[in-house]
């Protein structure tokens, strides 16, 4: 092959191709769907996100969940996400428009996310799961987060925000009490905002699970 | 200018305005230090990567290892590992083969060994920044792009050198013809910073929104290897196994056709990784079937190399280079019809979101990629320090450790995977069921991980002794038996 130019102008439109198709289109497609509006209420589907939870997405990417855990739910009859209880519904593109970045996940080594805030909703449940996830799952094999935490001596009152019920090698000992840094405060918060179970028109609940 | 013969414009070994041995020698020794600089650091970062692969995998199965400090947690370690690798180990090794074998192609001496050596450093600081940022927990979670944003312009200047020195280099290239390996590696150096940079600006620096940002990411992580390692590697492949033989390339036509079909088909695979997902179906089926059409460039390649190598199957065994070579070009194939297979739907919804994807990206980027990556090594690095490998029995141990480690490691994790995938399928069982069904397999994975980093201390140690000329000087080239025919060129 010694005609450049042609090599050149073939190695520039292949690539160009896959760049318009699943570039160039997305970003002007998917990346500029509206919130809707909720009738019912007046608010916006999805529903905005407290400050919080936008922090604890941090949180979220800083400490690589991602790499176990996924948040998508796949349509039936392609996959049984739906049956297994991940969501009612699939998941489609606006659901994500809030997200910086979308978590869609490529692994579940740990259970898919979408709706952990619906399955879940308990502050101390997270707190004793982040903190030792063996406390309420005895065969997990979630690392523990502890460094999220601070173990610190009763003064007087325990604190409000101590989280209750630790049970394992590293469950404070009499007279000391574990609280949640900010950071796991956040980290709970957008946990619990994960709730993907709002009716969108473009994906019904499928008629029978 | 008269065009050359058929053969003659397809081999290496044979044109017509080769260079003689004099001449060779001087532009091997002319890309001495660019190419050690980007294969020693890189040497080094796989030693790191592995060891920090090595602890991710045992923390699969023991989450107590290693845990209460943020910076060892998994969700840091793993991420690191991965950048390691990709940017620090393969990235670093395919530039320095591709500037090794652009120099050779074009029949010049290295050009701004300084422009190569400024990128070199540059590269190296930006993969460090990175990985001590993601320790630290400045990462996006992106995947693939996790280096955060104050570290990947750094790699970008280093890449700018590099691509600005390859056109500069094939500009002035000794008229005549242009071969199959230059094709590939023109390719892959003009669509790296395209590429990195489209990643970068629409995921880190002016995020996009929404499921949006995951299309653009899996195009980008999947062209890192279809479109960045592949023609590297694919480039090293049609260089070492003719020359090493000492027989051209099977044919011309297999090689203009296997090159645009990857060019063409590779690009848009990417969003096979986001089946089932929030995306237009239309998307998601063009990558589909661009997945599938795969089968035409990697077919067509293993046919041009097989051809090639028909009759002369015995070399594998004296020649360390064709070893590496072909066992990372037969694993190409195995590689590319497993993914196409990964890409049909109904098999992709079982075995998404398990173990059986990085046991296929393992067999991609080692069994495939690395293993390439040592073979070209193993035949460009005498020529630079002018010295053989001291030890045939050390290479031998390199090439056993590393075959056996990632056979381990593919065949239990893409069993497990499977296993995994049916749990997940089958809405009456438990989800603990899919963990217990993987335990032992990631055992087995975590056994393999010591393997590799076993063979990768090997290997660091005969790279060492090789530039610092240690031992007693060598006769001829180091070679694991004596070779049967004459026609033996090079090893």
Known sequence: MNRMPLLFLGIFLTFASSWVGLVAYPYFNLGRLEPLTDEDTGGYLPPARPGLAVAGQRAYAANGCVYCHSQQVRFSPLSTDIQKGLGPRQTVARDYIREQPAFLGTMRTGPDLSNIGVRQPDVNWHHQHLYEPKTVTDWSIMPSYRYLYRMQKIEGQPSDDAVRGLRGPHAPPPGYEVVPTEEAKALVAYLLSLKRNYPLPEAPEPASN | MKSPSFLASINPSTQPDTLDSVERAQIDASTRLPVLLFFGSAIFWLLVGSLLGLISAWKMTHPGLLDGASWLTFGRLRPAHLNTVIYGWASAAGIGVGIWLMARLCRVALMHTKLLVTAAIFWNLGVLVGTLGIIAGDSRSIEWLEFPGYSTPILFVAYAFIGVWTIIMFRYRRPGHVYVSQWYLLAAFLWFPWLYATANILLIWQPIQGSAQAAVNWWYAHNVLGLWFTPIGLASAYYMIPKVIGRPIHSYYLSILGFWSLALFYSWNGMHHLIGGPFPAWMVSASVVASIMMFIPVIT???????????????????????????????????????????????????????????????????????????????????????????????????????????????????????????????????????????????????????????????????????????????????????????????
């Open chain 2, 301 to 491: 390649v293993a046919i041009n190399h097989h051809m090639t190598m028909r009759g002369h199957f015995g070399a594998l065994k004296w020649s360390p280079t064709l070893r590496f070579t072909v066992f990372g070009a037969m694993t190409y194939t195995l590689v590319s019809l497993q993914g196409s297979m990964m890409a049909i739907p109904s098999w992709n919804t079982l075995v998404h979101f398990t173990d059986h994807t990085p046991g296929h990206a393992h067999l991609g980027l080692y069994g495939f990629f690395t293993m390439i990556l040592f073979g070209a090594m193993y035949y460009i690095i005498p020529r630079l320090v002018g010295w053989e490998w001291p030890s045939a029995t050390m290479i031998r141990w390199h090439f056993w450790l590393a075959a056996i480690g990632i056979g381990m490691m593919v065949v239990s994790l893409t069993i497990g995977g499977i296993l995994q995938g049916l749990a997940f399928y089958d809405p009456a069982v438990s989800f603990r069921s899919s963990l217990d069904y993987a335990t032992p397999f990631r055992i087995v994975r975590g056994i393999s991980g010591f393997l590799l980093l076993g063979a990768h201390l090997v290997f660091a140690v005969l790279f060492i002794q090789m530039v610092l000329k240690l031992g007693a000087p060598k006769e001829g080239p180091a070679l694991f038996a004596k070779p049967e025919s004459k026609e033996a060129v090079a090893v």
